[in-house]
Nanobody, 126 residues
Framework: VQLQASGGGLVQAGGSLKLSCAASGGTIGNFGMGWFRQAPGKEREFVAHISASGGSTSYADFVKGRFTISRDRAENTVSLQMNSLQPEDTAVYYC????????????????????WGQGTQVTVSS
């Protein structure tokens, strides 16, 4: 499976973007998926997770109420709707496949993810 993230760009503070992660070469339908981000000079950090069924989602505290993760099993994609963007949201955003069998409480850990997309740049101006 290969992941292709898209939808990043430059937006003013308060604006919105929708990121998409398209999978090819196989289905991601049986796997939990996550979004992470990495700002310049900082470590990669967890943003959001969605279960394989799509029935459970979780978010980092700093995006709760602003970002929404979703998936389309038919299209083999995962999306991240980002609203009320702030300059501190500026980062490269990555989608990733959760390793099968990962415990629920490990879903926020980078090492729990096995396949990563190339990332898409999000820049929020003040």
């Amino acid at each position: 499976v290969q992941l292709q993230a898209s939808g990043g760009g430059l937006v003013q503070a308060g604006g919105s973007l929708k990121l998409s992660c398209a999978a090819s070469g196989g289905t991601i339908g049986n796997f939990g998926m996550g979004w992470f981000r990495q700002a310049p000079g900082k470590e990669r950090e967890f943003v959001a997770h969605i279960s394989a069924s799509g029935g459970s989602t979780s978010y980092a505290d700093f995006v709760k109420g602003r970002f929404t993760i979703s998936r389309d099993r038919a299209e083999n994609t995962v999306s991240l709707q980002m609203n009320s963007l702030q300059p501190e949201d500026t980062a490269v955003y990555y989608c990733a496949v959760l390793r099968y069998g990962t415990r629920w409480n490990a879903r926020t850990r980078i090492e729990s993810y096995t396949i990563w997309g190339q990332g898409t740049q999000v820049t929020v101006s003040s």
